[in-house]
């Protein structure tokens, strides 16, 4: 999908959840990056070399990914300048904001005439129908979250693998432009027009006959003002039999809406729960996953047993406890309360 | 925005649902509308003049109106030849359908000859952004539905109507293409990309300071799986001080989706203010608005009373009965009640 080895480019960030899809990158497919990039304002690091555009392409890297985001997806002048600087070194340029890089002249004008690539990683299907809500065979699990940018497409990969591991058939449905990059191919959900959301779920996920399971990524929050629509959408569209719920314990306030509280574990799992089940009305949650980078081991310890005991579910953080927990929960959910909307 | 007079274009449709863009048109402005053109296999009328495109033009329409719609909002065979006869007998060619008549070729090429013009309704504004939900001031009443195409819109510019009649500056927020067609302006929401469903509706009925009202037309049904994320942004974006619930009560399933039962009327409210108060706490039910017209008059009478008492709300039907009802129990409110995000 996207010429690799990649330079991350981190730009002039200075905010750790901004830079979450070259941060996802880097984790994910290690094996793909040689590098990052960043200006001499930004704090942050992925652990990566630190190269300029040139040594970044005599180290072999052969797209540059623009691997930042931001409310509203545009670019800034920054940010197109050191494209532009990708471009003349003799790297394509990746990126899955809003705004594409085809709509930007002088980056067009640059790749043209190095014959290089600009990939917009936001461009939904053209051929997206409606959706319908019949229910349809599969295992499908899906992440929800109390916030934007909470670790749900972390603890998606995340069960996905632990999943193999076990000899389970899985496969993990991206849903937006890290996902993808990740996997190489998806629907970026927030980019759909917004009558196709759960189409796009139902095309993303659709009917499975082999046993397998779709755990497909979650986006944004019920609880999120700008984004609900979207992950009320997706949960109609995914029809899911199972979910997650994601959250993030330090963060203080809903991302990018200074002031606004984040919801209670208990008040947002029913709340999904309850949206989930116009399509799949046997829908049940099977665990809370936790981002507890910001605690030390035994405190994450102790957040996690403790959001286990007040809400009866396994509780981890999949980064550093895994999700053996939840599997073994899923495991021993009677086969008949499994199979749900599949048997209809 | 789209000239007139107009030629409304009911074509081969059988579904009486489907033609609500040419009815609204024709209810709304029909000084504006000189007739309609259907096919023979056409069994719907409008109780417009039946004419020819050649008579259309001889009766001075400048415009047709292709006023149908579906789901998925594609042109068939049929649709596109009728417009191009259209073209051909010297009209403008409007619609609101996703697919556009501009990505139409031979439509193009024959508009290009003829110096006519494509109108594509549902083009949404190019510069939207995410919402934020922060406490705006000014009046709004958003109307909500059961299921799709309800009366939400008839509701809504009778609600204006009968304000305006009353003294109350009120104004019609159109977000579909019927409803932008009607008042001339508007955002079809239901193009909008997906991250920008609620900031799209914020742009709509901004913060309003001169007491008045922004009465918005609501779209789908939080119950409808296809479209519950736009419903559910609407709601979000809207912030509505006051909802009106509208419904059909001779729908026996939900539209498109055979065999999906509507949700009772108790129900669905209870949902759509669980979801508004997210960013307007204080919002409230001031009326249920029926569509009766499969009923005789005193079982719309009967209807409307047996509803109303079982959920302690004025309940109308506003094309038989106005909606005055509605409005003396909005004035019976408590002035601290009903001044609620606006004095955040």
């Known amino acids: 999908m996207i010429p690799a080895p990649f330079l991350l480019y981190l730009g002039h960030s200075s905010d750790s959840v901004g830079i979450k899809t070259s941060r996802g990158l880097a984790t994910f497919r290690p094996e793909d990056c040689v590098g990052e990039f960043r200006s001499i304002d930004c704090p942050l690091t992925l652990g990566l070399p630190r190269l300029t555009m040139e040594a970044a392409v005599l180290a072999g890297a052969r797209t540059m990914v623009v691997g930042i985001s931001n409310a509203g997806g545009t670019m800034n002048a920054e940010v ?34 190095r014959g290089l690539l ?12 409606v959706g319908n809500g ?13 916030d934007c940018s909470v670790g749900k497409m972390y603890a998606s990969l995340a069960l996905v693998s632990a999943m193999q591991k076990r000899g389970i058939v899985a496969d993990f449905r991206a849903t937006g432009q890290t996902g993808m990059l990740i996997a190489g191919e998806g629907i970026p959900l927030d980019a759909v027009i917004a009558d196709f959301i759960s189409g796009a779920i139902e095309r993303l996920a659709p009917s499975r006959y082999d046993d397998g399971w779709d755990v497909i990524e979650g986006q944004g929050s019920l609880f999120h003002p700008s984004f609900a629509g979207v992950s009320t959408g997706l949960l109609h569209g995914a029809q899911p039999e199972a979910i997650v719920l994601c959250h993030d314990p330090a963060r203080a306030e809903m991302r990018g809406l200074p002031g606004r509280a984040l919801p209670s574990l208990d008040r947002c799992l029913t709340a999904n729960l309850d949206v989930a089940r116009l399509t799949s009305p046997h829908v049940r949650a099977v665990g809370i996953c936790l981002n507890t980078s910001t605690f ?3 405190a994450a310890h102790d957040q996690c047993a403790r959001t286990a005991d007040s809400l009866g579910l396994p509780c981890t ?28």
């Open 317 to 344: 953080d999949p980064f550093r406890f895994g999700v053996d927990s939840i599997l073994d929960y899923m495991s021993c959910i009677e086969p008949s309360q499994r199979v749900t909307s599949a048997s209809s």
């Open 296 to 298: 030390s081991e035994p």
């Open 134 to 146: 019949r229910p349809r065979a599969g295992h499908r699990l899906l992440t929800v979250g109390t």
């Open 118 to 129: 600009l990939i917009d990683v936001r461009d939904p299907p053209g051929n997206l129908e």
């Open 80 to 113: 197109i300048i050191d494209a532009a600087a990708a471009l003349e070194a003799g790297m394509n340029v990746a990126a899955g904001l809003h705004q594409r890089l085809r709509d930007i002249p002088e980056l067009v004008e640059i790749a043209v005439r």
